[in-house]
């Protein structure tokens, strides 16, 4: 049964804008091998500064993305992330139904 998720990357904010952007476009091309697909284009919000420092770092790059994919199909994205060196935070939602046909990503089951 394919689902609806919210996914957003914090990426090290060191890293030039091509390196990051290079760094969503790897993610976006996980996300399609694992069987699901973006919703959509990535929305890029650049480099931003934190509300508080994280690992000593002030500043760095946010993409958020709607996917649909499978239940469990996106678990070895999570795990690869979970050990990268230019990945500060990531959050995989899965997105109530009610939301997720509102945002026009509802799929026949």
């Not at 790059?61 to 994919?69: L, Q, R, T, W």
């Amino acid at each position: 049964m394919m689902r609806a998720y919210e996914f957003m990357v914090i990426l090290e904010g060191e890293l030039d804008e091509v390196a990051a952007q290079d760094w969503v476009k790897s993610i976006t091309d996980s996300i399609t091998k694992a069987g699901g697909r973006v919703h959509g284009k990535p929305d890029w919000w650049g480099r931003r500064q934190f509300a508080y420092p994280i690992n000593k770092k002030q500043y760095g790059y946010y993409a958020v993305m709607n996917v649909v994919a499978a239940g469990g199909a996106l678990d070895e994205l999570e795990r690869s992330l979970r050990i990268a060196d230019d990945v500060v935070r990531h959050k995989l939602l899965r997105l109530p139904d009610a939301e997720a046909a509102r945002r026009g990503m509802t799929v026949a089951a």
